[in-house]
C-alpha cells in the first residue's frame, strides 16, 4: 500500500459518549421544533385580516357618511337663511322705491279741495297702497303720542311743551316703515322736552 491509499482509507470515528449534561440540553432543531406550535397559535387567520379591514372601511365610510349629511344640512339651512335675507332686501328696496309715492299721496289728502271725487280717488289709492304695504308684511312704525325710540324714530326737531311727557313724540313729518324688525325707514318726528 503507498500513501495515497492509506489517505484514501476512512479513519474509523470513534464513538462519542454522550454525558448526562449533553442529554438534559435540547438541541437547536428540538428547540426550534417546540416553538413552532406556539408561533402558529400566535399566527392570524387570514380572514380574521379581511374581517376586520372591512370593518375598519365600513366604520371610515359611514364616518364620511355622516359627515357629508351634516355638510348637506349646514348647505341647506345657510341656503335657506340666504334666500329669507334675499326676499326681505327686495321687498325692503321694492317698498323704499314706493315710499316717495306714499308721500305724496299723504300730502295729497292733507289739502284742502273742494273736489269730493278727486279726494274719494286719492284716499282709495292710498288704501289700496297700505294693504299693498300689509300683505308684503311692511307695517308703519307707531310714532305720535310714543316715548322716543332711537332705534325707529328720527328726531329732527325738540320743542319744550308741558303738555307732553319727557321725550315724547309730539308730531310726525315723516311715517316710518319696517318689515320685521329690520327699519326700512326711520319716521321723521319732533320731541318733546
Excluded at 173 to 183: H, R, T
Amino acid at each position: 500500500m503507498n500513501m495515497e491509499e492509506e489517505k484514501k482509507i476512512p479513519e474509523a470515528e470513534e464513538p462519542v459518549e454522550k454525558t448526562p449534561a449533553a442529554e438534559e440540553a435540547p438541541t437547536a432543531e428540538e428547540t426550534h421544533a417546540e416553538e413552532a406550535p406556539e408561533t402558529e397559535e400566535v399566527e392570524v387567520n387570514p380572514l380574521q385580516e379581511v374581517l376586520d379591514d372591512m370593518q375598519a372601511d365600513l366604520k371610515a365610510k359611514e364616518d364620511q357618511l355622516l359627515r357629508l349629511a351634516a355638510e348637506f344640512d349646514n348647505f341647506r339651512r345657510r341656503t335657506q337663511k340666504e334666500k329669507e335675507g334675499i326676499w326681505g332686501d327686495a321687498t325692503a328696496a321694492a317698498v323704499s322705491a314706493l315710499l316717495p309715492v306714499y308721500d305724496n299721496l299723504e300730502r295729497a289728502l292733507n289739502q284742502e279741495t273742494a273736489d269730493e271725487a278727486y279726494k274719494k280717488g286719492v284716499e282709495m289709492t292710498m288704501t289700496g297702497l297700505k294693504k299693498a304695504f300689509e300683505g308684503l308684511g311692511v307695517t308703519e312704525i307707531d310714532a305720535a303720542g310714543q316715548s322716543f325710540d332711537p332705534n325707529v324714530h328720527n328726531a329732527v326737531m325738540h320743542v319744550e311743551d308741558e303738555n307732553f311727557g319727557e321725550n315724547t313724540v309730539c308730531e310726525v313729518f315723516q311715517a316710518g316703515f319696517k318689515l320685521g324688525d329690520k327699519v326700512i325707514r326711520f319716521a321723521m318726528v319732533k320731541v318733546a322736552n
